[in-house]
């Protein structure tokens, strides 16, 4: 039977939970889903005909702008549950806001406000059993919008859809996590795409990323596509380094992501009284740090790799590796704002939206 909410999505639930068949002890990031998702279409200019139904394949066009162009941006968040069974997101009017920052770099209309917190709440209060509780665990959530128009001429499309998809996760990276600082390929230049989350942003990182696996890095870190010289981001997070009690990272810019983690880690070291630097980090700069003992520790910050500490970097055919430190920011960060995310700990900064 179809339920219509007060915000007008259409409910149509799945007769019988999959739930019972997830081993949720040993989830591959991304790779399981729940049972409902939501989509809305965008035609004869207006969002319509929000529906939450059975996770499930869509039929679309072979021609649909999307699969020719690469028309499509997407969003990265997580709900936590407490112990008590409430349902927390982190700062999800950030995503919000950024999704449609994406959206309007990719000529893609924005999403109004009120539809996206209403399908977030309905779709995680229906799904609720797949937020499992503890440290650790959480949903992860893909909103994200696609160009559905049939059509190859090499223009906007003029109908999109947009869904939210639910993934059980836990920890993105397990095990060490090394990385290779990129000296030839890019991941974005000025007055690109690179700041949106943009669908080809991430595609374009396979093959790179692909060497960098052969060579035993999990991850390369991006450098500036002029020079190389310069550190920015890792693709699946923003990078900070530790060069004796300082923290530092690149500036936001046209070619690195506004990361939600990213900024939260800079307000939590603020109101700790950690110095902060944010500038650009040059490469010499590291490898100078590493070899005078006072480079500390470098870690990624993003939704999905939370925050993930390096053990190894490599530049050319050099491997360097970082000390093991038993009071490390990284642990430290981790722990604070997973404490916001679980309802653990005060939330000075409202960054906790209960659903
Ligand atoms: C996220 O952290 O949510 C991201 O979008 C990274 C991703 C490519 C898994």
């Given at each position: 039977m179809n339920i219509t909410t007060p915000s007008k999505i259409t409910v149509r639930k799945i007769p019988?939970?999959?739930?019972?068949?997830?081993?949720?002890?040993?989830l591959q990031f991304g790779s399981v889903f729940s049972d409902h998702m939501f989509s809305c279409d965008f035609k004869e200019g207006r969002w319509q005909d929000p529906i939450i139904q059975p996770f499930g394949p869509l039929t679309i066009?072979?021609?649909?702008k999307v699969f020719h162009y690469g028309q499509a941006v997407f969003e990265g968040m997580k709900a936590y549950k407490d112990d008590n069974g409430g349902i927390f997101l982190f700062r999800p009017e950030q995503n919000f806001k950024r999704i449609n920052k994406s959206a309007k770099r990719m000529a893609i209309p924005e999403f109004p406000k009120e539809l996206f917190f209403d399908a977030l709440n309905e779709i995680l209060q229906l799904d609720?059993?797949?937020?499992?509780?503890?440290?650790?665990n959480s949903l992860y959530i893909r909103p994200f919008v696609i160009a559905t128009q049939?059509?190859?001429?090499?223009s906007p499309s003029t109908e999109y859809k947009f869904m939210i998809l639910l993934s059980p996760a836990q920890?993105?990276?397990?095990g060490d996590v090394k990385v290779v600082f990129s000296e030839?390929?890019?991941?974005a230049a000025d007055g690109?795409?690179?700041?949106?989350?943009?669908?080809g942003n991430y595609g374009a990182q396979f093959y790179p990323t692909n060497l960098a696996r052969e060579k035993g890095f999990q991850q390369v870190i991006w450098t500036d596509s002029?020079?190389?010289e310069f550190l920015e981001e890792a693709g699946t997070m923003n990078i900070f380094f530790r060069i004796n009690d300082t923290l530092i990272t690149a500036p936001t810019s046209d070619r690195i992501l506004d990361g939600v983690t990213r900024k939260s880690v800079l307000k939590l070291a603020e109101t700790l009284n950690i110095p902060t630097e944010v500038r650009r980090v040059k490469v010499s700069e590291i490898k100078e740090a590493h070899k005078n003992g006072t480079l500390m520790e470098i870690f990624g910050a993003g939704t999905a790799a939370v925050i993930s500490p390096i053990s190894t970097f490599g530049h050319g055919e050099k491997i360097f590796d970082l000390p093991v430190l038993e009071e490390s920011y990284a642990t430290m960060f981790k722990s604070k704002l997973m404490d916001i995310q679980y309802n653990r700990s005060e939330d000075p900064f409202g960054w906790r939206y209960r659903v």
């Open positions: 019988s939970s999959r739930i019972n068949e997830v081993n949720f002890n040993s066009s072979p021609a649909a609720s059993e797949w937020i499992k509780p503890g440290i650790g049939a059509g190859v001429s090499a920890a993105y990276y397990t030839h390929y890019s991941r690109g795409v690179g700041f949106a989350k943009a669908a002029h020079s190389h």
